[in-house]
């Protein structure tokens, strides 16, 4: 064992070989066989993809860097459950391409913020953080009210991440831009498409306040208010203790 | 070539050459090998110890049979049961009863004010003083009564909220829907700030005296003082939920409407939370100078 290196060090391609065998090891022992098992991720058949504008907020927030300081993932802790609800499981975030879990908070975990605040708030605390919440360290996306979202590449947005797996239908694909209008102006005759095709759960309201435009601030805080919604799996399988 | 010994360190060469270069053979240190070996007894033995090896469709479960939300699920029960002393009592008493103990109290403030910082002072404020568009609650007006009954409610379903059962108010948009015109709305918006002693640049006090009767004091009161069973706001005193009562924004009320949200908690919180900041709400309001 002590001379192995003798014969390994002379042999170039060997070599090269013997190190990708190696640095492999690990990832077929402990990765690979994790998607045979069952239990890695529990079954929630309830759960609802993002609809457009969500889909849209959701990639402004990793655009803005949102999860930087912000985590999507409530571990196993008794202060975190205790704090923000049952702990994350992993068919919360099967969706999610790519996962925000995030190992950094400098603000609060958001994986269930969805409800938790009114959508008049997230905008007011969007805008300036600091009047809301003295102490925050969060800067102010006051731009978002003022960008309206780009819509026209939704559908593509939409089929990327069927591509990767993300259930989403034809229908939805090709309705992506009325609905992610529809979601976001409840009078409107699009609004109807958005319960129909992601049910009648989903959130539909004027998000920033105002119905006529469209903007990222609508789509950012429609991801926000879903946030921790889209399945109510940890609530079934997790007890809190209360 | 052969090994040989490298005249200047003393140590032996390979025994290989590249281009006339030979390489000295310097194996890996020994004290290298022995943590190696060390870390490697460490790994196997915690291979054993705990969840480890994927086995197709299950895994090894691990000599000590550790499972974090095992775990996480025992640690919240033991704590739930620490508290449970407490906790039990103020369960079992009523509003009443827990606001006359001293002991209880002291308990209430004190998770009351972390359950109050998590989860209503972004919106309320730290010390629930409020802000624009977010109710002061150490005052004495409360939208919807200060009973305790009435505030268990309200924590409970909400306001405009998603739940059922929440508690709805809106203010109709008067002059969006073209129900006042704009002079109709300046004469609201002088005899609404005369009820509470201030003057307006224009308007006719009197003749909004007669449409508020008409439009308005079927939430508000006859003498704007509110409903507390529709959560129309007292307009006769000097607190303002939104803006501080000035001509500009109470027009901009009457013409544009208003539609609070307060959210639900009765899914996120436990009935002994919600009590618990209910009592704490409470006793806000009852500690103001």
């Not at chain 2, 004290?31 to 086995?55: D, E, H, Q, S």
């Not at chain 2, 640049?201 to 509110?226: I, Y």
Request: net charge negative; proline share 6%; with cysteine.
């Amino acid at each position: 064992m002590f001379r192995f290196h003798y014969w390994l060090e002379r042999k170039a391609i060997g070599f090269a070989l013997a190190i990708v065998l190696v640095a492999s090891i690990g990832g077929a022992v402990e990765i690979a066989p994790l998607f045979t098992i069952h239990q890695t991720i529990e079954d929630a058949p309830d759960m609802r993809v993002y609809t457009p504008l969500e889909l849209a907020g959701r990639n402004i927030y990793v655009r803005e860097g949102c999860y930087a300081c912000h985590s999507q993932m409530i571990r196993t802790l008794r202060d975190e459950v205790e704090r923000y609800g049952p702990y994350s499981l992993a068919v919360e975030s099967k969706y999610d391409h790519p996962m925000l879990w995030g190992s950094k908070r400098t603000g609060p975990d958001l994986a269930r913020v969805g409800g938790k605040y009114s959508d008049e708030w997230q905008v007011q605390h969007l805008n300036d953080p600091r009047a809301l919440v003295p102490q925050s360290v969060m800067p102010s996306y006051a731009r978002l009210g003022r960008n309206p979202l780009r819509t026209d590449d939704l559908s593509n947005h939409l089929r990327a991440m069927r591509a990767v797996g993300v259930p989403y239908t034809d229908d939805m694909i090709a309705n992506a831009r009325a609905d992610a209008y529809g979601q976001a102006a409840p009078d409107s005759p699009l609004a109807e498409g958005v319960g129909k095709r992601y049910g009648e759960a989903t959130n539909v309201r004027p998000f920033d306040g105002a119905p006529g435009v469209l903007t990222e601030m609508d789509a950012l805080v429609a991801y926000l208010q879903i946030l921790g919604h889209l399945t109510d799996a940890a609530h079934k399988t997790v007890a809190t203790g209360q | 070539m052969k090994p040989e010994r490298d005249p200047e360190t003393g140590w032996m060469t390979t025994g290989h050459e590249w281009n006339g270069i030979t390489e000295l053979n310097t194996p890996v240190p020994k004290p290298v090998w022995f943590f190696l070996i060390v870390t490697a007894l460490f790994a196997l033995g915690y291979w054993l110890l705990m969840p480890a090896f994927p086995l197709g469709s299950t895994f090894t479960k691990g000599l000590l049979g550790a499972d974090d939300r095992a775990a996480v699920t025992a640690a919240v029960k033991e704590a739930t049961a620490e508290r449970a002393g407490w906790t039990g009592e103020v369960m079992a008493k009523s509003y009443a009863e827990v606001e006359r103990d001293p002991r209880l109290m002291a308990a209430v403030r004190e998770t009351g004010r972390t359950l109050f910082g998590d989860n209503c002072s972004v919106c309320h404020g730290r010390e629930a003083k409020g802000g624009r568009g977010f109710p002061n609650l150490t005052g004495s007006s409360f939208l919807w009564g200060n009973s305790p009954e009435a505030i268990a409610e309200t924590i409970q379903v909400g306001i405009n909220s998603a739940n059922p059962k929440s508690r709805v108010s809106q203010m109709p948009a008067f002059g969006r829907d073209h129900v006042l015109e704009r002079p109709d709305i300046e004469n609201v918006v002088a005899y609404v700030m005369s009820l509470s002693g201030a003057k307006a640049s224009v308007g006719n006090v009197e003749a909004g005296k007669t449409a508020f009767t008409a439009n308005c004091a079927v939430c508000h009161g006859p003498d704007g003082k509110g409903k507390t069973d529709v959560g129309a706001p007292n307009l006769s005193d000097q607190i303002w939920i939104r803006g501080g009562g000035e001509e500009a924004s109470i027009y901009d009320f009457v013409w544009g409407g208003l539609q609070g949200q307060m959210p639900s908690w009765e899914g996120r919180l436990s009935p002994l939370d919600l009590k618990i900041l209910t009592l704490y709400v409470v006793d806000l309001g009852k500690q103001r100078p």
